[in-house]
């Protein structure tokens, strides 16, 4: 008893600026240790691509993912692309914007707002807007959320998916 009391009197010693960090790295370590296997390794995956990254926007939207996670909000992981420090292909920026602008048209075919079929896919409205702006490509894992959400078969989305399946 008497090494904690020893230790809350350190603390209490330090100054407010030192407290607040320091509650906060304990506050962040108490919530890594609560997350799944699966948010471990997306989390890991974002530190990387993070430190990988030399766009502040591209910085920002990984920065968020990170709160998103750690928060416990809905999220979707979505692969950048990296080819050493190429830019995207023609044929990978059209079926960027192929899917996002048939996610657009399906979501104004239902009158719906990106805030609503954000919530009803269980993914950050923002994450609805750069797809359908084709800034991001969607992964399969976020077009079936999408498509089951808005009641339609996946291939709406994807021009590569192969068949027309329904939502799952």
């Known amino acids: 008893m008497s090494q904690i009391s020893d230790s809350i009197d350190a603390l209490r010693r330090l100054d407010a600026r030192d407290q607040a960090l320091l509650l906060a790295v304990v506050t962040v ?33 990984i920065i968020e993912t990170m709160y998103e996670i750690l ?41 719906w707002t990106q805030e609503r079929l954000a919530e009803k896919a269980g993914i950050p409205q923002s994450h609805v807007s750069r797809i359908e702006t084709g800034r991001h490509s969607p992964a399969q894992a976020t077009l079936r959320k999408l498509a089951k959400a808005m009641n339609v078969p996946l291939h709406t989305f994807d021009c590569n998916h192969e068949g027309p399946r329904d939502a799952a």
């Not at 292909?89 to 059209?94: A, G, P, T, V, Y």
């Not at 899917?99 to 075919?109: N, T």
């Open 71 to 111: 928060e416990r909000r809905s999220y979707t992981l979505v692969p950048l692309e990296r080819v050493a420090s190429k830019a995207p292909s023609q044929n990978f920026i059209r079926w960027r914007n192929y899917v996002g602008a048939q996610v657009r048209k399906a979501r104004e075919s239902k009158g």
């Open 29 to 61: 370590a108490d919530r890594v240790t609560r997350l799944t296997a699966e948010e471990s390794n997306d989390l890991i995956e974002l530190v990387g691509a993070l430190r990988a990254s030399h766009d502040e926007a591209e910085q920002r939207e």
